[in-house]
């Protein structure tokens, strides 16, 4: 299986920060990557996919980037809705996997 | 609108059996794959299984292979995972997903949980 790890665990930031959440795949998964948030007690909602794309409704200070094993979520000015956890998924083979998580708190 | 609704979850003793299902409605249902995934209480998200629009393909993750089968009723609108000889470490919120053409997960329920426990 495809082995995803994302970094840091947990980051702490204010509202306004630019936040950079990385994800690295164990070999190369083209651009077949989403990002999602969760928050607590709730289902999980795709923020980005193949890598780059917006999911519709999803505001535009949020942005992915990378291909191959590297890959970025940036979120360009944290918002106070935008604390929660941060999950990557690759959909280039099976298993489909999830990183580990970013928990995003408040600073 | 897209719901998905699980139910079955409850309290169940190791090496037993439980089925979960999900309730679809707002879209084609036989138009779509489903897909389970689960998340342990405190931790990180797992896929679990996947099941093509008729049924007659299906996907596992390695730990539930054997024991777990997926299902659908395109008639009933309603997905199934039937679990067998569950452990603690399957104890977990269960959720159902749509996933895209892609592969990502497009959209899910609100989840069931499971509790294996003695």
């Known amino acids: 299986d495809i082995q995803m790890t994302q970094s840091p665990p947990t980051l702490s930031a204010s509202v306004g920060d630019r936040v950079t959440i990385t994800c690295r795949a164990s070999q190369s998964i083209s651009t077949w990557l989403a990002w999602y948030q969760q928050k607590p007690g709730k289902a999980p909602k795709v923020l980005i996919y193949?890598?780059?794309s917006l999911q519709s409704g999803v505001p535009s200070r949020f942005s992915g980037s990378g291909s191959g094993t590297e890959f970025t979520l940036t979120i360009s000015s944290l918002q106070p809705d935008d604390f929660a956890t941060y999950y990557c998924?690759?959909?280039?083979?099976?298993?489909?996997?999830f990183g580990q998580g970013t928990k995003v708190e408040i600073k | 609108e897209v719901q998905l609704l699980e139910s079955g979850g409850n309290l169940v003793q190791p090496g037993g059996s439980l089925r979960l299902s999900c309730a679809a409605s707002?879209?084609?249902?036989?138009?779509?794959?489903m897909s389970w995934v689960r998340q342990a209480p405190g931790k990180g998200l797992e896929w679990v299984s996947d099941i093509s629009e008729s049924g007659g393909g299906t996907h596992y993750t390695d730990s539930v292979k054997g024991r777990f089968t997926i299902s659908r009723d395109n008639f009933k609108n309603t997905l199934y995972l039937q679990m067998s000889s569950l452990r603690a470490d399957d104890t977990a919120v269960y959720y159902c997903?749509?996933?895209?053409?892609?592969?990502?997960?497009?959209?899910w329920g609100q989840g069931t949980l499971v509790t294996v426990s003695s």
């Open positions: 707002g879209f084609t249902f036989s138009s779509y794959p």
């Open positions: 997903a749509i996933p895209s053409p892609g592969g990502y997960l497009d959209y």
């Open positions: 998924q690759q959909y280039n083979s099976y298993s489909w996997t």
């Open positions: 193949d890598a780059s």
